[in-house]
């Protein structure tokens, strides 16, 4: 079965899909920031990295980046809810959930998905990229 590293600095996030995955039969991994996720990456390279975006630190889109151009063969999903859930009004630096996951792609993420997503949608992504499906 694949070995999965999830990337958040939210724990209930990464409690939540490791125990999702675990479940479904995957080997997890977890990390609270870019920096661990790239160091544990460099012990043991994952098949698949799910990264959230935003993160003290290396943010999501880097830390993709960075292990596309390390680990080209590995499979990235970035996810996002941009980091607001309603809208607010204009600020000249605001970015969208969008713009997110658009920058992802362009670091060669796979997949990208909007927060909040249910389990099933997670399971088929992930299954959908590791051919499983």
């Given at each position: 079965m694949?070995?999965?590293?999830?990337?958040?600095?939210?724990?209930?996030?990464?409690?939540s899909l490791k125990q999702v995955l675990e479940r479904a039969g995957y080997e997890?991994?977890?990390a609270?920031?870019?920096?661990?996720?790239?160091?544990l990456m460099q012990r043991?390279?994952?098949?698949l990295v799910i990264t959230d975006v935003i993160m003290p630190g290396i943010d999501g889109i880097t830390t993709?980046?960075?292990?596309?151009?390390?680990y080209r063969n590995t499979l990235i999903i970035v996810?996002?809810?941009?980091?607001?859930?309603?809208?607010?009004?204009?600020?000249?630096?605001?970015?969208?959930?969008?713009?997110?996951?658009?920058?992802?792609d362009s670091a060669g993420a796979d997949r990208t998905l909007t927060k909040p997503f249910d389990r099933e949608e997670i399971l088929r992504t992930v299954r959908s990229l590791l051919?499983?499906?």
């Open positions: 694949a070995k999965i590293l999830i990337v958040d600095d939210e724990e209930h996030v990464r409690a997890v991994a977890v609270a920031t870019g920096n661990e996720g790239l160091d043991e390279a994952a098949d993709a980046r960075k292990i596309r151009e390390k996810i996002s809810g941009g980091g607001k859930a309603a809208p607010e009004p204009y600020e000249p630096d605001a970015i969208s959930t969008r713009s997110y996951l658009a920058s992802a051919d499983e499906d």
